[in-house]
């Protein structure tokens, strides 16, 4: 017992004891005195409570982390400020509750920049309205200075006590100016009456160091609660708890909060017809899945993410510029929220998604809500390390489980019967792949951890459960263990080296996957059977057994899907064929639930942040139209949630999540962008007309028939292949040749024993079509990697078809040799010009291009870089030895053929190359008359050291030289990243010259 507990309380008549005093562990009486008020008196040292048991039935524990450890009731999470109340003490108006508190470090290692960490007692109304007597320690940039406080919260909002409309009178106070110190006891008394409240503590050796007290002169004040503990931060530890409590007040928040709501009243699609439940579901009819109302009518969601008052904090200004600029605007959150639902019911828009003001619900849009379990929970204890973004929880960990439970009664209980609510999210993109972005990465994270960590030991207890034995595991994976207690010390078995042991890894992956959406989905079906669960949201993919297993718990599978649009053909790249093969891995119906177009007209930098880049509020419109539409229109998708509200700030949130992009509907300035929001509004509104007609792909040009020409003299045709070229922009193409390489074109002849001269190409008519043939891996006969080059000049919008022809005989002499393009041979180097460029090969060196030049102006060097991961690490190394070197002329184009290797992986490169195993490449470089690029292929990469190592990327890397140096060259273009160009290019402003390269198909970045 603290002295001052016993001190200054001699001769008082004791109600109860308990623990050290002798009798009772604890005793709580619930007395009516003479009168008709009803008093409490708790007293509790820990002292009986089994080890690590939660404290109940006396306390009720609000988050997951409170545990009696050694006679102690101590909590230990990072998680934000965290409550522990007592059970059987109701709201009270008349209140003291005093506890011996000892702190004895942080809860978290690496605290969060700006983190305010504070433990202490409270005055509990509801986690909207308290009042706190703490021991605080300041951000570490601050000084972490160690300081008393106490503090009202009142409707969500800190400090209220010296705030207007909530200011309060203080009454008395006194600091001794002394801070508490890590590890030694500090006794805190907070007295609560009708008139007002006061703060006191005491340190260890009972004297006064902190009182602090304020009058109840203002009826906007938390003047009555529970008492309890809490802490934020700390590793704390409190003991001797006692409480005098009388005057109760009859007050349920759950049952506030649980309040009768009005009637869903939209009716939403009423010729598709459901089951009227009451709430929100999916049902499959006909051939399309569709989200049913409340009312049975059909429903597909439409939202926008983080439509919130407050939008964005901005840690350079210290403040939220959009959530200022509606306080000017708006005055209050009401008239804000008012507003802001009539523009949203406008535009389109029917569901509140994730990060939404609650001030916007009950108005017309359905909402949703966030629960965050995972990523929450990997603060305290994780599988993938919360480093700066999601992390990934340890569901071995029982924590885990109980954590979910808590969290579930705190927000599904009270939404249950709910018609509103559309359903649930589980997390936002935790990081499924681990740090690796492999689909074993969460194995490769669990093999990290050390020998105690539960994951650690559930993933060696799975491998013991299939193999019995280490000898089996060895002999399955090639490896040397002397035991399973060994798996469990070692940590160089990380990555998975045999497809057995890959398999193995991938079925861990499979049972975390098990293990969560079990855990979180049983959590909230304790408490509300009514609602949809509406997955994850993952972050664009997530390993093939984790889809499956999302499916097998969830209502809706969800995902966010940033990807790309063909401006000129209005195709979404890549987005149907993701789409399709995550509703075949889940089988139950998705929901995109993040997906935007950044526009640079905003003038916001842009510069962080996911989405392909855009020049105009009209681009972006257009790739709005095209996502939104096909969206709509697929039968497997039933919801989709454009990102976002508003613009984030120009300098960024904050130094580790520093985006700054342009996905708002509206600005800072709470302003919409009109030529967007209209684009926005037409198609939102066409949603059942666009649903109902259903997925129509892009038509695409069919070949044009043709008949066979008569047969080759003294032979025969053996077979012909279409090839459709298409232009669907509405200019003439500015590059009429077109590359086709023989394994695309037909890959099932066998080119053995086959000429060149037995190849031709033939339009529709029947006339030829000028063409190339090159050899381009120097075996001087057709193969897969050779190609043939067409020139086929294309109007607006025209389609034409080309038949390649294979004969028995020769049926084409190649004649002839561009003009324009010239080269010149020295023993050491080669030279080729055709017009506008220059271009110098040496035999020597391990670049493609040693000098390109354009006009007399040298623009720099051009070399193959890979990216080489091997031993945990990535490394990008370039090639120094040229093997063969052939250069040939043809009819179109000149071809330079380059087996260029790395042998000498220690010598020294220019930059970004780097040191890498051996390796060997072979390219080609094509030069055509008068234009100011060559075009470059990548036949293929090999690997000729002794060690195995990945290739995820490989890059034409065009190094700068513009004006003869590297001074003064920067990266040129808009400088974002994922514009909708598909280039990359240095610029230097003295010289005023570019030097880049793009691609001519969107796979290649």
Not at 754 to 783: R, T, W, Y
Request: proline share 7%; charged share 25%; glycine share 8%.
């Amino acid at each position: 017992m603290h002295p001052l507990d016993q001190a200054g309380r001699e001769g008082e008549k004791v109600v109860g004891s308990a623990g050290r005093m002798g009798v009772l562990a604890l005793f709580l009486l619930l007395s009516l005195c003479l009168g008709a008020q009803q008093r409490f008196s708790f007293f509790d040292d820990f002292s009986r409570y089994p080890e690590g048991s939660q404290g109940r039935p006396n306390w009720e524990p609000l988050s997951f982390g409170w545990e009696v450890k050694g006679g102690k009731y101590v909590n230990d999470e990072p998680l934000g400020k965290v409550f522990a109340l007592v059970k059987r003490v109701p709201h009270v108006r008349r209140l003291v509750i005093e506890a011996t508190l000892r702190i004895h470090g942080l809860a978290r290692e690496k605290p969060w920049r700006g983190w305010w960490k504070v433990a202490g007692v409270v005055v509990y109304k509801d986690r909207r309205n308290l009042w706190h007597l703490a021991l605080v320690e300041a951000p570490r940039e601050q000084g972490g200075k160690h300081s008393f406080e106490l503090q009202e919260l009142y409707e969500g909002t800190w400090l209220a006590q010296n705030k207007e409309p909530t200011r309060l009178s203080q009454t008395v106070a006194f600091d001794a100016g002394i801070p508490w110190e890590y590890g030694r006891p500090y006794r805190l008394r907070l007295s609560l009456s009708p008139e007002g409240i006061l703060g006191e503590i005491f340190g260890p050796d009972g004297k006064l160091l902190f009182k602090r007290g304020y009058r109840f002169d203002n009826p906007k004040a938390v003047t009555f609660g529970r008492p309890g503990l809490d802490n934020g931060g700390f590793l704390a530890e409190f003991d001797d708890v006692r409480v005098e409590a009388s005057s109760p007040v009859k007050y349920w928040p759950q049952r506030r909060r649980m309040a009768v709501r009005p009637r869903y009243a939209r009716r939403n699609f009423p010729k598709v017809k459901g089951e009227r439940t009451g709430f929100f579901h999916v049902e499959r009819i006909g051939d399309k899945w569709w989200v049913i109302d409340p009312n049975g009518n059909g429903f597909f969601a439409i939202g926008t993410d983080h439509v919130r008052f407050t939008g964005h904090w901005c840690e350079k200004l210290g403040y939220s510029p959009y959530h200022r600029n509606n306080l000017e605007k708006y005055g209050t959150e009401e008239r804000w929220a008012e507003a802001t639902v009539r523009r949203l019911l406008r535009w389109g828009f029917n569901l509140l998604s994730a990060g939404h003001s609650e001030s916007l619900r009950y108005r017309g849009l359905a909402h949703t809500i966030f629960l965050g379990f995972g990523s929450t929970f990997s603060d305290y204890d994780d599988i993938v390390p919360k480093v700066h973004w999601t992390g990934f929880p340890n569901v071995f960990n029982p924590k885990f489980e109980r954590f979910c439970d808590i969290r579930a009664r705190e927000l599904c209980l009270p939404a249950r019967d709910d018609p509103w609510l559309f359903g649930y999210f589980l997390d936002n993109e935790l990081e499924w792949f681990g740090k690796t972005h492999k689909p074993w990465g969460i194995f490769t994270e669990a093999v990290k951890k050390p020998k105690d960590h539960s994951a650690k030991r559930a993933l060696v207890d799975m491998l013991k459960g299939r193999y019995l034995t280490i000898e089996a595991l060895n002999s399955a994976w090639g490896k040397d263990f002397r035991s399973f207690d060994e798996m469990l010390e070692r940590v160089d078995w990380q990555e998975p080296e045999n497809e057995t042991m890959k398999k193995d890894a991938m079925d861990f992956v499979a049972l975390v996957a098990e293990r969560y959406f079990s855990i979180t989905t049983a959590a909230i079906r304790r408490y509300d059977e009514n609602h949809m669960i509406l997955g994850c949201r993952f972050a664009g993919y997530a390993p093939e057994p984790v889809w499956k297993v999302a499916g097998k718990y969830c209502d809706i599978v969800t995902l966010n899907f940033y990807g790309r649009v063909d401006l000129d053909t209005g195709e979404p790249v890549g987005l149907v064929e993701h789409l399709t093969k995550c509703y075949e891995l889940c089988k139950r119906p998705l929901m995109i639930t993040e997906w935007s177009f950044p526009a640079l007209d905003s003038g916001l930098p842009c510069k962080h942040g996911a989405g392909m880049r855009v020049d105009t509020q009209e681009q972006k419109a257009f790739c709005f139209t095209v996502y939104q539409t096909t969206f709509f229109s697929l039968p497997f998708v039933v919801g989709s949630d454009y990102f976002m509200w508003v613009d984030e700030p120009a300098l960024g949130i904050s130094r580790t999540f520093p985006e700054d992009s342009n996905y708002g509907l509206v600005n800072e300035r709470d302003e919409p962008y009109e030529e967007f929001v209209k684009v926005v509004e037409r198609v939102n509104r066409q949603v059942y007309e666009i649903r109902m007609r259903g997925w129509r792909p892009r038509r695409r040009p069919r070949p044009e028939p043709a008949p066979w020409p008569a047969p080759p003299k003294g032979g025969k045709w053996l077979l012909r292949t279409p090839v459709v070229l298409d232009n669907p922009r509405g200019v003439p193409v500015s590059n009429p040749y077109v590359s086709l390489p023989l394994s695309r074109l037909l890959s099932e002849l066998n080119w053995a024993g086959l000429k060149p001269s037995q190849i031709i190409a033939l339009d529709a008519k029947g006339e030829k079509v000028k063409m190339q043939f090159d050899d381009l891996d120097f075996d001087g006969k057709p193969s897969g990697p050779d190609e043939i080059c067409l020139q086929v000049p294309l109007g607006p919008k025209e389609s034409k078809t080309v038949y390649i022809y294979v004969a028995s005989v020769p049926v084409r002499e190649e004649r002839g040799c561009v003009e324009g393009v010239y080269i010149s041979t020295s023993p050491g180097a080669l030279e080729i010009t055709n017009g506008p460029l220059r271009l110098v090969k040496r035999r020597e060196s391990g670049d493609a291009l040693d000098e390109f030049s354009l006009r007399r102006t040298r623009l720099g060097r051009l070399f193959p870089l890979i990216q080489q991961v091997y031993e945990g690490r990535s490394r990008w190394p370039s090639t120094d030895t040229t093997e063969r070197m052939a250069v040939s002329k043809g009819p179109l184009r000149v071809i330079l053929s380059l087996l260029l290797s790395l042998k000498k992986p220690e010598a020294k490169r220019p930059l970004p190359a780097e040191a890498g195993l051996p390796y060997r490449t072979l390219w080609r470089v094509a030069v055509y008359p008068g234009r100011h690029w060559v075009s470059v292929r990548v036949l293929r990469v090999e690997n000729i050291s002794n060690t195995e190592w990945t290739l995820p990327r490989y890059f034409v890397f065009c190094y700068p030289e513009i004006g003869g140096s590297t001074e003064g060259d920067e990266v040129g273009g808009p400088g974002v990243p994922n514009y909708y160009l598909n280039f990359g290019a240095w610029f230097d402003p003295n010289v005023k010259a570019f030097y880049g390269a793009t691609a001519r198909w969107d796979g290649f970045r």
